[in-house]
């Protein structure tokens, strides 16, 4: 644990407020059959298939301290694991402009039970999360404001049954973040496993 402290501490000297946020991570065969539908939309920033993840919680900018508190908050979870099935393409608009593209993540207990239990640890150490409701995503794409309206469309009429394979959610991960205007960097802080179900 000192060891850790230590590595947070030495982190806060470069970066005094880091973004995190809790996450699950599909497995590599997911991410590649992700990667073969990122293309088709003028003025679309794709994400890297290794960021690909569905957030359980964001957590804003925190101190070195206040991560080293979050981080011991989630070991104390005990949460199952269950199967995730991502389902269709979809969109968040940002006043009159579409902002980013995602697939879709179908609602289960499981998925409902480890959201809500990432919430009450994130209020256990006094960081509030963002007020919206939870819609299970992934994102796919970020979008400019020139981003061509007919690309959006007809991408979202080319996969709107998209229906992968589903996959265990073992466990999340709590991820650190440093974004620059050419990619974002995700750092692994720390991964907690899930309880397999009887």
């Known amino acids: 644990m000192k060891k850790r402290v230590d590595m947070l501490l030495e982190g806060a000297k470069s970066y005094p407020m880091t973004n995190y946020f809790a996450a699950i991570t599909p497995p590599d065969p997911i991410r590649e059959e992700l990667s073969q539908i990122l293309h088709g939309v003028e003025g679309a920033k794709w994400r890297e298939p290794e960021n690909f993840h569905i957030t359980l919680g964001f957590f804003g900018a925190l101190s070195a301290g206040q991560a ?5 908050a989630l070991g104390r979870l005990a949460a199952v694991s269950f199967p995730v099935q991502l389902r269709g393409t979809g969109s968040f608009s940002g006043g009159p402009h579409v902002r980013s593209l995602w697939v879709g ?27 919206r409701k939870f819609t299970p995503h992934l994102t796919l794409a970020y979008l400019n404001r020139n981003a061509n309206v007919a690309d959006i469309a007809q991408y979202k009429q080319t996969h709107p049954l998209l229906n992968l394979p589903s996959f265990d959610a073992s466990c999340f991960s709590l991820f650190s973040s440093q974004n620059s205007a050419k990619r974002s960097v995700y750092v692994e802080e720390a991964t907690y496993m899930l309880n397999r179900t009887v």
């Open 105 to 131: 993540v179908e609602e289960s207990a499981g998925l409902v039970d480890l959201h809500r239990q990432v919430t009450q640890a994130a209020k256990a150490t006094d960081i509030q999360l963002e007020a």
């Open 68 to 72: 080293l508190d979050l981080e011991v």
